[in-house]
């Protein structure tokens, strides 16, 4: 390996150990949870250990794959005593339907993730930026974590979207570099997190049809004329929803996110 080489491995591992801190000290995943992956080179991998607090890891813990997940060595590192995530085959597919996908980060935010139990949807368009950095964020089928069902629900899915909520098992992001797709996962639990409020308020009301297209094109100009996405449907632009109480228990809700947040204090 070139010397070269050998410092932009490290700097990538460094940026996963990055992803991996954020993620944990903004509670968007818990214990062993969450796992980042970024292309090396053409034929590898470099991807987070298996059963590991991410919070805790070091650049020396991250593995080297080939792209059917087996570990391998370098000149300058050999495998450690960790396995790869058991999410891996997830990350895999995605970069199988993805060619221009560098980075893959799965985190368990969770309100997004309670949303998915609630059965809402993330994809009405809300948000501006949202709209233009992230794009429409739909939910998957659910699938066993880290079965082989995992690639089969994103399949189809990944292929025109950057952000998918998987059913009951967190977020999935892509992206440049790891750092970029990490910025999505927080731009969808901010998401989340604005509808969920919306909703405790009585009224989440979608962008008129005109700014909805206004800003699918400002995503397709930044983008750019290869890049292929999925535009917010056309069933929702023009409509201004409004989701009251009849479908969620906005006061039950209420008092347990006020049961929640005394405790918290209690124990401060």
């Known amino acids: 390996m070139s010397e070269e ?14 992803v991996c801190q954020h993620m944990y000290d903004k509670d968007l995943i818990a214990a062993t949870d969450g796992n980042v992956s970024a292309r090396w080179g053409e034929d590898h991998l470099l991807v987070t250990p298996s059963g590991v607090n991410k919070g805790l890891i070091g650049p020396q813990d991250v593995l080297l794959t080939d792209l059917k997940g087996r570990k391998v060595s370098t000149e300058t590192m050999s495998p450690n ?9 997830l ?14 980060v799965h985190g368990h935010p969770p309100i997004t993730t309670a949303l998915t139990v609630a059965g809402i949807s993330l994809e009405p368009p809300v948000l501006p930026e949202t709209l233009v950095t992230v794009g429409v964020i739909p939910t998957t089928d659910y699938a066993t974590p880290s079965s ?53 308020l009585g009224r989440l009301q979608t962008l008129p049809e005109e700014q909805v297209r206004h800003l699918t094109e400002l995503r397709a100009e930044m983008l750019g004329p290869n890049a292929h996405f999925a535009a917010p449907d056309d069933d929702l632009c023009g409509l201004v ?19 929640r947040v005394l405790a918290r204090l209690d124990q401060d």
Do not use: W
């Not at 005593?81 to 085959?89: K, N, V």
């Not at 950057?162 to 999505?184: E, Q, S, W």
């Open 5 to 18: 080489n050998f410092y932009r491995e490290r700097a990538l591992r460094e940026e996963i150990v990055q």
């Open 81 to 89: 005593e960790y396995e790869p995530s058991a999410e891996l085959r």
């Open 91 to 104: 990350h895999l597919e995605i970069y199988r339907q993805r060619a221009d996908v560098r980075a893959v």
């Open 148 to 200: 082989s069902q995992g690639p089969v629900v994103v399949r189809e899915l990944i292929c025109e979207h950057d952000a998918l909520a998987l059913d009951r098992h967190g977020a999935v992001t892509v992206g440049a570099t790891p750092l970029k797709a990490y910025f999505k996962l927080e731009k969808v639990e901010n998401t989340a997190y604005v509808i969920l409020m919306a909703r405790l």
């Open 241 to 259: 929803q409004t989701f009251g109480p009849q479908s969620l228990d906005v006061e039950a809700l209420a008092d347990a996110v006020a049961e």
